[in-house]
């Protein structure tokens, strides 16, 4: 079993920050992207930043110069720094991560139950 699960979620002030935490667990050889989702009430789901193993980022135009994306290869764990949050910003957050489960097998996608950012005053 392979779970991904995401923390860090809350209610911020417009210009504040958040750290958003997403951790990969259970019989995994080998995790290659991860990558931070969010869907906003009303809105398709939309990729914010993704990472691969090596450490190459990409992010959207929405949130370039705002969000830093980070993994740990040592944990399976991938982060999302988000800073001058904004309230268009307010979106449920989903991690997703390419994984092995065993050594030459297929590579599957997995995704968690996602977290809720809230940008208010």
């Known amino acids: 079993q392979v779970q991904l699960v995401e923390s860090g979620g809350g209610l911020v002030q417009p210009g504040g920050s958040l750290r958003l935490s997403c951790a990969a667990s259970?019989?995994?050889?080998?995790?290659?992207?991860m990558r931070w989702y969010r869907q906003a009430p009303g809105k398709q789901r939309e990729l914010v930043a993704a990472i691969t193993s090596g450490g190459s980022t990409n992010y959207a135009d929405s949130v370039k110069g705002r969000f830093t994306i980070s993994r740990d290869n040592a944990e399976n764990m991938v982060y999302l720094e988000m800073n001058s949050l904004k309230p268009e910003d307010t979106a449920v957050y989903y991690c997703?991560?390419?994984?092995?489960?065993?050594?030459?097998?297929?590579?599957?996608?997995?995704w968690g139950q996602g977290t809720q950012v809230t940008v208010s005053s």
């Open positions: 259970g019989s995994i050889v080998s995790i290659a992207a």
């Open positions: 997703n991560a390419d994984l092995q489960r065993r050594s030459g097998s297929s590579w599957f996608r997995y």
